[in-house]
């Protein structure tokens, strides 16, 4: 049997092999010695988030800061903030906060059975855009509450914020755990904690709540086009509890070219956690669960908690 032209001179196959390889790789490296370095206010967990965003060719790092006070609710106890930090034309390294036009006093009517509580909110735990040129920002705090029932209950929503491309005031706030007259903490949405994590396309907005149905979580999922929520509705997964899905969201083209799908995180389902894939259904409106795939056991046995899935990357 004849055999191939490059036998018998393997170590000039090797040598054009490995010239293709570098020939087709590009790399760079990243400047340690001369850092662009951004501060925001002590005690603040500036830089919690990050996230780049350009706009009328003007580049930004927009900065969390969940534990900061804000200038724009002063009267409230450290509520978070964003803060902006121009790239360019910026020799002093100055961010300065995001105005969000939201309220400066406790107890403001959010709804029917709805009163917030923006005290220690954590504006800022998450932050994601859009990829799109001039793409809107989301912006989130877990820990806001609804206060209407505090003799009773008081129910951690959490809240998040879609702000314009151009860090304006004309956001749309999104409150995507309330629902009126429920009031219960743990039952179904009371304790969701809506936005632990965001993920933002061009048509869904997607919120982690790990503290839905007894912390067995769940994901918010907005569509834009239409202003409807897309909702899990899988018995089988809100029938377990502490597995805190929503932990970590994210989304991409998995299934199909032309359908947009949800990930999210469960970081304690089995112990192990797991990552699970979830089909957008337009008809039903529903969340369909088509992939899952579970993280490994921890080799040290003196180790009870094991987290995977803490978070996603584009």
């Known amino acids: 049997m004849a055999g191939f032209p490059w036998e018998g001179k393997r170590g000039g196959f090797k040598v054009l092999v490995a010239t293709l390889s570098v020939a087709l790789v590009y790399s760079y490296n990243i400047d340690l010695d001369h850092p662009v370095i951004y501060q925001g206010p002590n005690n603040s967990f500036f ?7 350009y706009y009328d060719n003007t580049r930004w ?15 409230l106890k450290s509520p978070g903030a964003v803060f902006k930090c121009r790239v360019h034309t910026n020799p002093d390294r100055r961010c300065t906060e ?12 959010c709804g029917k059975t709805c009163k917030e509580d923006r005290d220690d909110e954590w504006m800022g735990v998450s932050l994601a855009r859009q990829p799109t040129v001039g793409g809107s920002i989301l912006a989130c705090a877990h820990r ?26 004309n956001g749309k706030k999104l409150m995507p755990c309330y629902e009126e007259y429920k009031k219960k903490y743990g039952e179904e949405h009371g304790s969701c904690q809506a936005g632990i994590a965001g993920f933002l396309t061009e048509e869904l907005v997607i ?16 569509n834009l086009t239409d202003n409807t929520y897309f909702k899990l509705k899988d018995e ?14 994210a989304a991409g083209h998995f299934s199909q070219l032309m359908t ?15 990552v699970y894939i979830f089909r957008t259904d337009r008809n039903s409106g529903s969340l369909i669960k088509i992939f899952q795939a579970s993280g490994k056991k921890v080799s040290n046995p003196q180790e009870k908690i094991h987290f995977t899935t803490m978070s996603f990357h584009r």
């Open 47 to 53: 830089g919690y988030s990050v996230l780049e965003h």
């Open 61 to 75: 790092v927009l900065v969390g800061a969940p534990k900061a006070d804000s200038k724009y609710s002063a009267s």
């Open 98 to 109: 995001l105005d969000m036009g939201r309220a400066n006093v406790r107890g403001t009517f």
């Open 144 to 169: 806001w509450k609804n206060v209407y029932y505090e003799t009773e209950y008081i129910l951690p929503h959490g809240f998040c914020n879609i702000i314009p491309p151009n860090l304006g005031l």
């Open 207 to 222: 919120m982690g709540a790990p503290g839905s149905y007894y912390w067995t979580g769940t994901i918010k999922v907005l």
């Open 236 to 249: 089988s997964m809100i029938a377990k509890r502490y597995i805190y899905l929503g932990y970590a969201v």
């Open 260 to 274: 947009m799908d949800v990930v999210g995180g469960a970081p304690q389902d089995g112990g192990v956690g797991k």
